[in-house]
């Protein structure tokens, strides 16, 4: 389909419509592709399938076509954005300067400092007794909460029941 694009429709585009696709955007030469998608695949599937292929031969051929162009285009966007960036970077990095500030030599530190993992996010060390009274309060809850859910399940049970009798 490329050979289609390049030989026939671009230069036939490019003649006849004063569209002007040379600029590397996310809409680069997107007709062009759609247009050879339409023509190379409703032909390809004319081959195949005679007359009932057309139609989805050229709906298939232009979605595909036009979606890779599309990709195509974005990579091609995204790729002059990177080498932007990266140049703006380098002069700006070209542009500071060099500061070098003299600082008073300050003693070493006698001791290095202590910090731990657990004492940065405040962790702390619980005692057993502690540790076992939570974990009997949640318990506690736990069984409390199942028996509210039984209770209603009995209920329920009962509602249920009755409905049958009725």
Known sequence: MKGLRE????????KY?????????????LTDSALAGAIGGGSWNYHLRGKAGVVPGILTAVVVCTAGQVAANEVRVQRIN?????KER??????????????PLQPAPQEPPKHSWLDRFKFYRVPDEEYLNKLKDKSDQTKSSIMAIEQRMNELKLLLDEEHEV
Do not use: C, G, H, M
């Open 17 to 29: 419509a004063s569209v002007n696709q040379d600029k590397p955007t996310r809409s680069f030469k």
């Open 82 to 86: 990177y080498i932007l960036r990266r």
């Open 7 to 14: 030989w026939l429709v671009t230069p036939s585009l490019r």
């Open 90 to 103: 380098e002069e700006q990095d070209k542009t500071k300067e060099v500061r070098v500030v003299e600082r």
